[in-house]
Nanobody, 121 residues
């Protein structure tokens, strides 16, 4: 079993920044770099949407059009952690942010419990 724990959410004013972290752990044999890591978000009354993703070895990032140029996804494979740096935040970025791990071959997938981000003046 793989566990994901997000942190770093909070209340920020428009134009501000937040950095989300997701610490990942697993049983014996767990290899973090074998997982593609993703950040999703879900606002009240809306469907969950993919925000950003990063592969395990090549560290190739991908972003939703709505966050390109403002958000940066990164990972530290030595510390089993993925990050989402969010700059120039807008009220429409307000949502619960979820970390997601998917194994590159088995496709086994796991969710974190989420961290709330609220952008408001």
């Amino acid at each position: 079993q793989v566990q994901l724990v997000e942190s770093g959410g909070g209340l920020v004013q428009p134009g501000g920044s937040l950095r989300l972290s997701c610490a990942v752990s697993g049983a014996s044999g767990f290899v973090f770099s074998r997982y593609t890591m993703k950040w999703y978000r879900q606002a009240p009354g809306k469907e969950r949407e993919l925000v950003a993703a990063i592969t395990g070895v090549t560290l190739t990032p991908n972003y939703a059009d709505s966050v390109k140029g403002r958000f940066t996804i990164s990972r530290d494979n030595a510390k089993n952690t993925v990050f989402l740096q969010m700059n120039s935040l807008k009220p429409e970025d307000t949502a619960m942010y979820y970390c997601y791990a998917v194994h590159s071959t088995s496709r086994a997938a796991y969710w974190g419990q989420g961290t709330q981000v609220t952008v408001s003046s």
